[in-house]
C-alpha cells in the first residue's frame, strides 16, 4: 500500500514530502528546505531528470531518526506539483 507522509529534518533546516511504496522504496520526494520552504527537489524514481533531484538511496524503513507525519495523497499532490513547477520554472 503507497503511503505519504512527511518529515523534518532539522541538521538542513529542511522538510521532506514521501510518498512509498508498499516494498517501502521511495517513489517521488519532494524537498523543501529553510523558512521559506523553498523548494529544492521534486524527484520521481521513474524519471532521472537532474533538475528534479534524486529519490532517497535507501527505503525508507532504514532511515534513521525520522519522525513521520501522515498526508493524504492530495496533501502531497498538491506540494508535489507546486515544488515541480518552482524547479521546472528555474530553468534558463
Known sequence: MTRWFRSYWGEEDTWFYVEAGDDGWVRRQVELEGPALRPIAAASADDDDA????????????????VEEPLTSEEFDDVWATARRHLTALEP
Not at 51 to 66: I, K, N, Q
Open 51 to 66: 533538475r528534479y533531484g534524486f529519490t532517497a538511496e535507501l527505503p525508507v524503513s532504514d532511515w534513521e531518526g525520522h
